[in-house]
């Protein structure tokens, strides 16, 4: 075989490696519960996300290339979401991963990614403190696109202040989410002056909340507060009807999960919550995803289980993959520095974001894309 020939196998065995690696999936990780308490709003996020990404995928993908989900249960167990980021990172080899529904969790999960350099899009946890973890480093893989708990804390304050109540209950469950939402809360309530007359804690999976209750009673709180997650806090809304007295709930987006709803039945009529998206098709986009939720998912009563976290999982996948074209590139940092400064809008269900990050910020949602929720009927509309 000539030389010229060798050179010329040489160059189309080259091509065809490289055409190969092309074609390659993007591995994109979802890390969230899917089973357990915290299951609906796990559930609807990864159904969110896989709905994303079927539409880029019908689109052609990203770089010619399609998403690959890489879906895993951390149970929202903090030690179960350490193992899965270090599989994800370790052994998938994901080039990004959304997710992330309870606060605890992300906060002993994404410093591997921090480490490993691959971006976090956190679609559903609010601590306050996720995206601050490591800002103090030369570049922050940490981003959301949720509510935090500064912005909550605030807005339930605000409003249990509106409406003129006087003493404050807190019921928080002892999570890590519970109990930095809380103390988010009793700081906004020290600046206006206000202490709360009672603040208890109780665990997950508590069922009976009478010894609670009984103290917040006894204190004469005219409105309680909360931050857990949907069975525990129906069984708030259910522990006052047994004890005959019955108080205004306001607390954070949690309340509008639908194992808060329909367990709570008509006890947990008129709670308010903060909500960056409800269930309600009053644009065009939104009235598509809601029916193509709806049609492909069959959820009982045509009601989603946690509306806020399949949008917001939805429009984490837009977020990622609009750093990835941008990018021109899988390479954690290049992603980062995308979403640092993305120069197109991206039309998602909750908002529309327009430079949604930058380098000190990596907060998508802000007060006036937040609005408040009410239990009205079995059902999460806009508060009037």
């Not at 019908?58 to 890489?70: D, E, H, P, S, Y």
């Not at 103090?136 to 981003?143: A, C, L, Q, S, V």
């Amino acid at each position: 075989m000539s030389f010229k020939v060798k050179a010329l196998v040489a160059g189309l065995a080259v091509g065809f490696a490289m055409a190969a690696s092309a074609a390659e999936p993007i591995k994109i990780g979802v890390s969230g519960p899917f089973t357990g308490g915290s299951a609906p709003m796990g559930v609807s996020m990864r159904d969110g996300v896989r709905l994303a990404v079927a539409e880029v995928n019908a689109k052609g993908g990203v770089l010619g290339r399609q998403i690959q989900l890489v879906e895993r249960d951390d149970e929202a167990k903090p030690e179960r979401g350490v193992q899965v980021a270090q599989e994800l990172i370790n052994k998938e080899h994901v080039v990004a991963t959304v997710g992330y529904i309870n606060t605890g969790v992300a906060l002993a999960s994404q410093r591997f990614y921090q480490e490993a350099k691959i971006p976090v899009m956190n679609n559903v946890a609010t601590g306050s403190i996720v995206t601050k973890q490591f800002a103090d480093k030369p570049e922050n893989y940490i981003f959301r696109n949720s509510a935090n708990d500064t912005i909550q804390s605030k807005m339930i304050a605000d409003e249990a202040q509106r409406r003129g109540f006087k003493k404050i209950a807190i019921l928080a469950d002892s999570t890590n989410y519970g109990q930095l939402g809380r103390a988010d809360l009793e700081k906004v309530l020290e600046s206006k002056g206000i202490k709360p007359v009672a603040v208890e804690k109780y665990n997950i999976g508590d069922v009976d909340m009478t010894a609670q209750l009984l103290k917040a009673k006894m204190a004469g709180a005219d409105v309680v507060l909360t931050y857990g997650i949907g069975p525990e806090l129906a069984q708030i809304a259910n522990g006052m009807e047994k004890l005959g007295w019955k108080v205004p709930m306001i607390g954070s987006w949690t309340l509008a999960m639908a194992n808060f709803v329909d367990n709570a039945g008509k006890n947990g009529e008129g709670t308010r919550m903060p909500q960056t998206f409800i269930q309600d098709p009053n644009t065009p986009m939104r009235k598509a995803f809601i029916e193509k939720y709806v049609a492909t998912y069959k959820p009982a009563g045509g009601k989603m289980p946690s509306a806020v976290s399949a949008a917001q999982g939805y429009d984490s996948i837009l977020l990622l993959t609009a750093a990835i074209k941008q990018a021109n590139s899988t390479e954690g940092p290049k992603i980062v520095a995308a979403l640092e400064n993305l120069k197109d809008k991206v039309d998602g269900v909750v908002t529309t974001y327009n430079k949604p990050y930058t380098k000190a910020d990596h907060e998508a949602i802000n007060a006036e894309n937040t609005v408040f929720g009410e239990v009205k009927a079995g059902h999460v509309v806009l508060a009037k």
